[in-house]
């Protein structure tokens, strides 16, 4: 009998510890969880972090070029503190000071507040050729002249003796214009533009 009970209690004791073990692997199972949901958060918080930061570079860098660009390569008046769309500029001026004058010359479609993709592709694209240009230039020259539509200053701007609208029309890039209007760019006037370039 009381080896009876005594095999019982071995058997009873065998039964608790294997619950014991899988209450403590459910344990282990939910820390490791916890751990690996921890991990994923950190992975999460860096990635954004890293993309945030990404985005700020691609932002931000363009806008110091144009600065530095400006400073460094400056030959007439003015200098170009922001390229805003291909064919408009933010300037510093020896005389008049801060100004956003119009290319005179040539009407590139914008970059931002557009009416079609189509504009907003070609804005874009015309922007960063010219973005490019400026910042291969070895010399860059900006002057004031005159005022165009609704008294916008218009300004001549020459890279490496060249003028930059000459450059803009013959790459296909914008449309000629004297500063007193700004044409249309969608339904397929791109295209008629581009085989007009080429």
């Excluded at 916890?34 to 954004?48: G, H, N, S, T």
């Excluded at 390569?73 to 008049?96: M, P, Q, Y």
Aim: hydrophobic fraction near 45%; proline fraction near 2%; include cysteine.
């Amino acid at each position: 009998m009381d080896a009876a009970r005594m095999g019982g209690a071995g058997m009873g004791g065998a039964r608790m510890s294997d619950t014991g073990r899988r209450r403590r692997k459910q344990r282990l199972s939910d820390a490791e969880r916890i751990r690996r949901q921890d991990a994923w958060r950190r992975r999460l918080k860096v990635a954004v972090f890293v993309s945030g930061g990404a985005v700020l570079i691609l932002l931000g860098a363009p806008l110091v070029s144009d600065v530095a660009m400006g400073a460094a390569k400056r030959a007439g008046e003015c200098r170009i503190v922001t390229v805003l769309d291909a064919d408009r500029f933010r300037l510093s001026c020896d005389i008049v000071g801060r100004q956003t004058a119009r290319l005179l010359g040539a009407d590139a479609p914008a970059a931002l507040g557009v009416d079609c993709p189509e504009e907003f592709y070609a804005g874009q694209r015309a922007k960063w050729a010219v973005r490019a240009r400026l910042w291969a230039a070895d010399e860059v020259r900006a002057d004031l002249d005159g005022f165009g539509w609704r008294d916008t200053p218009l300004v001549v701007v020459t890279v490496d003796d060249r003028r930059l609208s000459g450059w803009l029309v013959e790459q296909g890039l914008a449309h000629v214009d004297d500063g007193y209007g700004r044409g249309g760019w969608c339904q397929g006037e791109i295209d008629a533009l581009g085989g007009a370039g080429s």
